[in-house]
């Protein structure tokens, strides 16, 4: 089977995504632009974090809010 099919994304979408830590909560964003990022998956184990209205996926983050890339992302 293809690899195309078992990952249907595309090169240059994937390279818009990458991991960061916002306030201790680790999650996959997407890069909208140099001041902005959305929500696509959180990766925490704590259920509260996914009743959190301000962390659903889509949720758009700006640069002013305090996160950071780990390290073995890429952009």
């Known amino acids: 089977m293809p690899n195309e099919l078992v990952f249907n994304i595309a090169a240059e979408n ?3 995504h990458s991991m960061i830590e916002m306030n201790g ?3 996959m ?3 909208l632009d140099e001041n ?3 929500i696509v998956n959180l990766l925490s184990t704590d259920p509260y974090h996914y009743l959190d209205p301000s962390l659903q996926p889509g949720t758009v983050l700006k640069k ?3 996160y950071d890339e780990s390290p073995s992302s890429s952009q």
């Open 36 to 38: 902005q990022c959305r």
């Open 64 to 66: 002013s809010y305090n």
């Open 25 to 27: 909560i680790s999650m």
């Open 14 to 16: 994937y390279d818009k």
């Open 29 to 31: 964003v997407e890069h």
